[in-house]
């Protein structure tokens, strides 16, 4: 909608492809949102924010905006944004922002995070280095406030390298839909959350942001996402697969991405052997394989996990379902080169992001189907 002034933070040395905003000028039936996280260990809680935008031109059935939260114990809030004049984002950088209740009457911007706690009564900002917000909830009489910033460590590549785009190159022509870019596999985040009148403060806590965008609309879907390993400060772990469109047809595919000391280690169906068997919940099973390197996910829980929205053609609707206190086991070694196998990491977790989602599974899902 609304490109920012020169006040907006500039770009990250490790900004990704697809940071910026895709739906400046869009007609068409479109959503684009981005999703970021915060995870605090020492409590055994994680904390995300996810933010949307349909059909952004106006005038339509599913014009408007909405914010998630998924808060501790997987607990959920959200809030709608009808008025997408309110909204604004940058095409050319990681940048975004939806105002509801305002004591400005310009247009939506960026603003100073101490303009925009004394001047934003309702609405949120973020970018690759912040992210704030604030929301009234009538129906508990609560505020959910937030406002921390972001030391990204990994976008998605070698830490010193150029970064990728999740869904290689091809992505960049629009062929897949929906997109999914992964914007920080891995950073440091500080600051605080207020949630039903408790306020979390931290320091240098795993912080991670992703985000889709697309024409059509996912019909089925999981993921598994981790950057908080026990005794693994360094080690992040984004992994997920479906039935996406190419052109006119629709394929089965997945992936699974690893950052760890510095190293990007990638498994996508163009360079390894990717695998998965995915209950309709509780169990995350994958593999996959190149040339040089083996992957073994499991992630598992026992929790029912939270009823999240999720785009649609119809606009956001209750079709997927997480949680954020899943247990996981990930193992990767070096084969290859008539050499024995070599364990590169073995590392647990009780903290891993676990969902489903898109059409009702009432089986296994799997590669072999």
């Not at 105002?99 to 960026?110: A, D, E, L, T």
């Not at 996912?218 to 993921?223: D, E, I, L, N, R």
């Not at 994958?286 to 073994?296: G, I, K």
């Not at 997927?320 to 247990?327: A, L, V």
Request: with cysteine.
């Amino acid at each position: 909608m609304l490109k920012n002034d020169d006040k907006t933070p500039q770009m990250t040395k490790l900004q990704t492809p697809h940071n910026g905003y895709h739906g400046n000028t869009i007609t068409q039936r479109f959503f684009e949102g981005w999703y970021y996280r915060v995870t605090l260990p020492e409590l055994g809680q994680t904390i995300a924010f996810m933010y949307s935008i349909d059909d952004p031109v106006g005038g339509k059935p599913q014009s408007g905006g909405a914010a998630q939260v998924l808060g501790p114990d997987d607990g959920y809030y959200w809030r709608t944004f009808p008025d997408v004049a309110g909204f604004w984002a940058d095409s050319h950088r990681l940048a975004l922002g939806h105002w509801g209740k305002s004591k400005i009457s310009g247009k939506p911007r960026y603003l100073d995070p101490v303009e925009f706690n004394e001047k934003v009564i309702e609405g949120y900002q973020a970018t690759a280095t912040l992210n704030q917000g604030q929301f009234f909830d009538p129906k508990t009489g609560y505020w959910t406030r937030w406002c921390y910033e972001i030391t990204p460590v990994y976008g998605w590549g070698d830490r010193l390298g150029n970064q990728q785009s999740t869904a290689g190159w091809l992505s960049s022509l629009q062929i897949f839909e929906p997109g999914w870019q992964i914007l920080m596999a891995h950073g440091w985040a500080t600051g605080w959350i207020e949630w039903e009148g408790k306020r979390y403060e931290f320091t240098k806590a795993p912080a991670y942001g992703e985000k889709n965008w697309g024409r059509s609309f996912p019909s089925k879907w999981f993921w598994l996402n981790c950057n908080s390993f026990i005794n693994e400060p360094d080690l992040a772990l984004t992994a997920g697969g479906g039935r996406r469109g190419i052109l006119w047809w629709m394929e089965s595919v997945a992936m699974i991405g690893i950052h760890y000391q510095g190293k990007f280690y990638e498994f996508v169906p163009w360079n390894s052997q990717v695998n998965w068997e995915i209950s309709p919940w509780g169990r995350w099973h994958m593999t996959a394989q190149n040339h040089d390197y083996r992957v073994e996910l499991t992630g598992t829980t026992n929790l029912p996990g939270t009823l999240l929205r999720a785009p649609t053609e119809q606009g956001l609707q209750f079709c997927c379902r997480d949680t954020m206190q899943g247990d996981l086991n990930l193992e990767l070694q070096k084969i290859g080169n008539n050499q024995p196998q070599q364990t590169i990491i073995k590392a647990t977790s009780n903290l891993c992001g676990l969902e489903v989602g898109g059409s009702p599974w009432h089986e296994v899902y799997s590669s072999k189907q």
